[in-house]
Each structure stands twice: as C-alpha cells, then as structure tokens.
C-alpha cells in the first residue's frame, strides 16, 4: 500500500505522515527530505541556486523513483506536488492519495512560525500571507481535489484516520 499525503504548506503532511507510518508499520517518507538529500542542499537552497523549475523536474523525478523503490509507503509530498507533470495522476495510479485539507486561519498560524524555512513564502509579509494563500490554494484546489479522499486536518485523529485508509 502506497499512501500520498497532499495539501498545502504547513497542512500537517509530514506530521501525520509520522504517525501514520508507525501505526500502520509503513516506511515514511517526506519528498522534500529526500530532495535534499540527494542534492545535497535544503529547499531553499535549491530555490535559490537551481531555482523552481528545476526543483519541480527533481520532485517529478525523486516521486517516480520512490514508486519504482518500494511497494509500500507513506509519503509527505510538496504542497504543490500534485500540480505539476501530471503528478497527480501517476499518484493516484500508483497508490491511495489523500488531502489533508487545512483551514485558511490554521495555515497562516504555522505559516507565520516557519516562514524562514519555506523559500516560496520567505520573502511575503505578514498582512500579505493570508492573501497569498488565499491565492495559492484557489490555483491548487482542482489537483488537491482529485484525491481519492479528503480529510479535515484539524478535526481528524490517528486511530480513525488509520482506520479510514485501511477499509478505503
């Protein structure tokens, strides 16, 4: 079993990837973490030095190899992961896709915490964030929306969320 956790930034991926692949005894995987590590540089530096197009030919590439790798995984992807080379397609093909759908409000609170980290965000203001997403999430909602099955982040809890994608 293939699980692909989709969402915006700051949604709660890799969190709930964690738990998640303990639970269900499945090796976790976060796609960035991966990315790095075989660049050698964080995100941000691949941003800024290779810049996005780049870093999204290497998402494409670093998820495919992931696929080819291993039958059973969770896996935390980029937030826009899905909208791109026809990713979410090949997702949806390969395993069991899930948005973790956030609230506008709770993504700008983390967001705000970890802006640094973020290369797409880190240069955005404050009063300009909520906006941002705002504008983001409106351009990503019709890829988030092809998951094979959406989840409230705040609302939800390991034990059923398991549950959820076993009988899914």
Not at 62 to 73: G, K, Q, Y
Request: with cysteine; glycine share 6%; hydrophobic share 40%.
């Amino acid at each position: 079993m293939r699980i692909f956790l989709i969402g915006f930034m700051g949604s709660g991926k890799t969190h709930w990837g964690n738990l998640l692949a303990v639970k269900m005894d499945l090796p976790f995987f976060d796609l960035d973490t991966v990315i790095s590590k075989t660049e050698e540089l964080t995100i941000s530096q691949v941003f800024s030095i290779k810049g996005e197009e780049y870093f999204r030919y290497k998402e494409k590439e670093v998820l495919e190899e992931l696929v080819n790798d291993h039958e059973r995984f969770i896996l935390s992807c980029g937030g826009g992961t899905p909208c791109f080379f026809n990713n979410i397609e090949f997702m949806k093909k390969s395993g069991k896709v899930v948005w973790l759908n956030t609230s506008i409000e709770t993504l700008k609170e983390r967001l705000l915490k970890e802006r640094m980290l973020r290369p797409l965000i880190r240069s955005i203001g404050d009063r300009e964030l909520r906006t941002y997403i705002i504008r983001k999430l409106g351009e990503r909602k019709m890829y988030y929306e092809q998951a094979d099955m959406m989840v409230n982040e705040e609302s939800i809890s390991i034990e059923p969320l398991v549950e959820l994608l076993k009988n899914e």
